[in-house]
């Protein structure tokens, strides 16, 4: 494959002190997107996937992508995209943070953007993907604090980091503002591959009474869906519509849309308005969102989907703000 140079030009509404992002034209864009789990689990990688192609689409972009990038690889595969050409390279997830910073610096003519990125990244062509995910999981607790029978939820994570924690501490306010008697179990799995894990964790939850679980591990979370089946309790998924799993138990998923988020973003680039910052993305832009209720549809009462409907619409509008935010 051809390299590209990258035109640097300089925004003179940038401050003197700051220097310019670079800017990349439509017909230059080689994109690269780096994942900590597989494309196909219904979720978090494979919703980035689709955004990427979606680009591809859009701009007959030059593309690729590695899968389940570990920790210990992960500078080594910034700098060989970036060696090679690729004059954006889309991060997915928060432990890429340190290394993507560290390989912008030695690579000033790339773009580098990382999803749930965390605060503090210095170089002036990094910028990260943040989803006010604490207005997903509110809505997603209003739903499940009208479904449980038992009163008794069960929040699943696969690592303690704040993209997850914050849209369970959420998942729980959401509950007990419609139900105070809920009480919502937290754990976590340590894993976003290990479905056996996840499943074993969901069904010691439902041992104790849980008769909602809520899996957020990526491709793990399939076990917390499948142990819900099973055992007959109602299920939540989360980052994409992953009702495939288990169709006659999951309420809703929470769809965190990565992919439409990663389009944006190339249009900020494309559109000449790239810049060094947080790009905060929530319900009003749609990248956050309900998935349908599917086979559930008719299990629901009706005013309990007009209470998620409302509490939508308060969201949205301003008139309520959930009393969480994404800090890392």
Request: charged residues 20%; aromatic residues 10%.
């Amino acid at each position: 494959m051809v390299e590209k140079e990258v035109e640097k030009t300089v925004v003179v509404e940038k401050p003197a002190e700051a220097a310019p992002a670079p800017q990349i034209a439509p017909g230059e864009l080689k994109i690269a997107l780096l994942l900590d789990g597989p494309i196909n689990d219904q979720g978090w990688n494979q919703g980035a996937y689709d955004g990427l192609a979606a680009v591809k689409t859009k701009y007959l972009a030059d593309v690729a992508y590695s899968e389940s990038v570990a920790r210990a690889d992960m500078e080594a595969a910034f700098s060989d995209y970036a060696a090679r050409g690729y004059n954006i390279i889309f991060a997915h997830g928060f432990e890429f943070s340190d290394a993507a910073d560290k390989v912008a610096a030695q690579f000033p003519d790339t773009i580098f953007v990382v999803t749930h990125g965390k605060a503090g990244l210095t170089s002036p062509n990094i910028a990260t993907i943040q989803y006010e995910e604490e207005q997903l999981g509110f809505l997603l607790g209003i739903l499940a604090g009208q479904m449980t029978k038992t009163n008794k939820l069960a929040a699943i994570g696969g690592y303690e980091i704040p993209p997850i924690a914050i849209p369970f501490k959420a998942f729980e306010l959401g509950a007990k503002q419609v139900n105070p008697n809920v009480e919502v179990s937290v754990s976590w799995i340590d894993s976003w591959t290990d479905i056996a894990k996840m499943k074993e964790a969901a069904n010691a939850a439902i041992a104790t009474g849980a008769d909602v679980i809520f899996p957020v591990a990526s491709g793990a979370s399939a076990g917390g869906l499948y142990a819900a089946k099973e055992a007959g309790v109602w299920a939540i998924g989360y980052s994409g519509d992953q009702y495939v799993f288990a169709p006659e138990v999951t309420l809703t998923s929470g769809i965190v849309d990565t992919g439409l988020s990663i389009q944006l973003l190339v249009d900020e680039i494309v559109n000449g308005t790239f810049e060094h910052k947080d790009y905060w993305y929530g319900l009003k832009e749609n990248v956050l969102r309900l998935a349908p209720y599917h086979n559930t549809e008719d299990k629901i009462p009706q005013a309990v989907k007009d209470s998620v409907k409302e509490w939508t619409k308060k969201i949205v509008s301003g008139e309520y703000e959930v009393p969480l935010k994404m800090e890392f």
